[in-house]
């Protein structure tokens, strides 16, 4: 009798406290961003649309170019670094149509957004798995734009590594979300890039000149400016899609 | 208390109202077996229950919290719909795992392989779910949103694709879910199944319940069938 009045409230405690320890406890919006980031990367490891897709057409047109143009009209250095943004550009958006493809085939998304993540989580996740996949590109073609343009680089090697970064960014914050505006629609490929090409020209255009003046030898510091555009629009962009996302993920 | 509650609860699209000011509630261990012909709008309450859609008017509560209620009302709800939600590339214990880890279950691995076993199909975990049959691939479906531990189960065609076997194992498991306390909501064409697992039957036409009361003032199925066929067909 007095051993169950002493067993009986310790066995209560004890599963009240095991209970409690698996309780579930949701994820940080850090946490599922990378989730979701790392879910998205092995996917495409495994199926490789986007990535062979978007190394294929960043090659291609490196190659397709160097025969198009006459270089000695026009210097390597003085085309190169509009012609790798623009590549840079177009092989991005078949990443970004992407992601929020796989979400849509047997409605995966219904389950993201049924999970108990903060939505700026999707849309975190999404683009830092979107950046991964333009950075690898970019990785892959600039080596390969030196050797077949003959450019010489070297020693800026690390500045052109902060213009991609900066520019990557902006490139993926935008595109992210006119991915997810887009995904459901019947013309979604068409209207990816109909909506987000011109948000892009900033980015293009402050890339592509900071760039030029890395590559022609100028001072560092005259791509500041450029840099400081890239980065404005960054900070802007990643705020304001990451909070449009919430709003039409909710609708 | 009533898990899952609904009042005047309505989505239109355009001037069409899918569902129609509808007033429910579901306590724990209670299963309300929905039934209605296509476009009755069965799958747009329970998308408006899991939080997926706003309402256009009325309002939803689940386990308390006002719909759409954000993280906290999501981490109860267990969702299962037409579609499996599942990434074909990833293996069946990934699908599930990344489901657990997004609901931030602790050992979210073993907690994966005991939903799939829940399922009888832990001996298919490493294969990637784009291998498994539509059968298989539900009961996938099932331990995904089963691995959270749901206290409420929202369940859209839930034996879609299931032999006779998945049928028994999936209707055993979720009668054991009632009995622990989750409240279900189950959208079905089957009545038999709904009837079997039901404690209250509802019917849903153009967007407004026909029909709601105790299962056990519906009788037999065949008698239960013969009234759902008048009410749908008035």
Not at chain 1, 115 to 129: D, E, V
Not at chain 1, 214 to 221: A, D, E, K, T
Not at chain 2, 114 to 140: C, E, F, H, K, N
Not at chain 2, 170 to 177: F, S, W, Y
Request: hydrophobic share 55%.
């Amino acid at each position: 009798m007095s051993a169950d009045l002493i067993t009986g409230p310790t066995v209560v405690a004890t599963e009240a406290t095991t209970r409690e320890e698996h309780r579930p406890i949701p994820p940080s919006l850090v946490t599922a961003a990378w989730l979701i980031a790392r879910k998205d990367m092995v996917v495409e490891l495994r199926t490789r649309t986007a990535l062979l897709a978007a190394l294929a057409l960043s090659l291609l047109s490196i190659v397709i170019f160097n025969f198009a143009w006459d270089p000695t009209a026009v210097a390597a250095l003085d085309l190169a670094p509009g012609l790798l943004w623009v590549i840079f550009t177009f092989s991005g958006l078949l990443g970004l149509h992407r992601a929020f493809g796989v979400e849509q085939a047997d409605r995966a998304m219904d389950a993201l957004l049924g999970a108990p993540i903060p939505r700026t989580a999707i849309y975190a996740g999404k683009a830092l798995g979107n950046l991964a996949l333009v950075l690898l590109v970019q990785l892959v073609s600039i080596p390969a734009a030196l050797v077949v343009y003959n450019l010489e680089i070297a020693r800026v090697i690390l500045p052109l590594g902060g213009i991609a970064l900066l520019a990557g960014i902006g490139l993926v914050a935008v595109g992210t979300l006119f991915g997810a505006m887009t995904t459901s629609t019947r013309a979604s490929e068409l209207l990816l890039p109909v909506l987000a090409l011109p948000f892009f020209v900033p980015v293009v255009t402050a890339a592509a000149q900071a760039t030029a003046r890395l590559m022609g030898g100028r001072p560092v510091n005259e791509t500041i400016g450029w840099l400081k555009l890239l980065a404005a629009y960054d900070i802007i962009f990643v705020v304001a899609c990451a909070f449009a996302y919430t709003v039409i993920a909710d609708e | 208390m009533a898990l899952v509650e609904a009042a005047a609860l309505t989505r239109a699209f355009g001037n069409r109202r899918a569902v129609d000011r509808i007033d429910l509630a579901i306590a724990g261990g209670e299963c309300l077996a929905l039934f209605g012909p296509n476009g009755a709008g069965k799958t747009t309450l329970l998308r408006l229950l899991a939080g997926l859609l706003r309402p256009t008017a009325g309002q939803a509560r689940v386990d308390g919290v006002a719909l759409p209620g954000g993280a906290a009302a999501r981490a109860v709800v267990g969702l299962i719909s037409h579609q499996t939600m599942l990434y074909p590339a990833l293996t069946a214990l990934e699908n599930v795992e990344f489901a657990a880890r997004l609901h931030g279950v602790p050992n979210a691995t073993a907690a994966a392989r005991g939903a799939l076993g829940r399922l009888a199909i832990a001996d298919r975990a490493d294969t990637p779910v784009r291998a498994l049959s539509r059968g298989m691939q539900q009961r996938v479906t099932v331990a995904r949103a089963l691995v959270h531990s749901p206290r409420v189960l929202l369940l859209d065609e839930p034996f879609t694709g299931l032999d006779d076997a998945g049928s028994s194992t999936l209707a055993e498991t979720l009668a054991e879910l009632a009995r622990e306390g989750a409240a279900l909501l189950l959208v079905t064409h089957d009545v038999r199944e709904g009837l079997a697992l039901a404690t209250h039957v509802a019917v849903m036409r153009r967007g407004s319940i026909a029909l709601h009361e105790p299962r056990i003032a519906s009788g037999e199925p065949d008698a239960f069938v013969r009234r759902y066929r008048e009410i749908v067909s008035a």
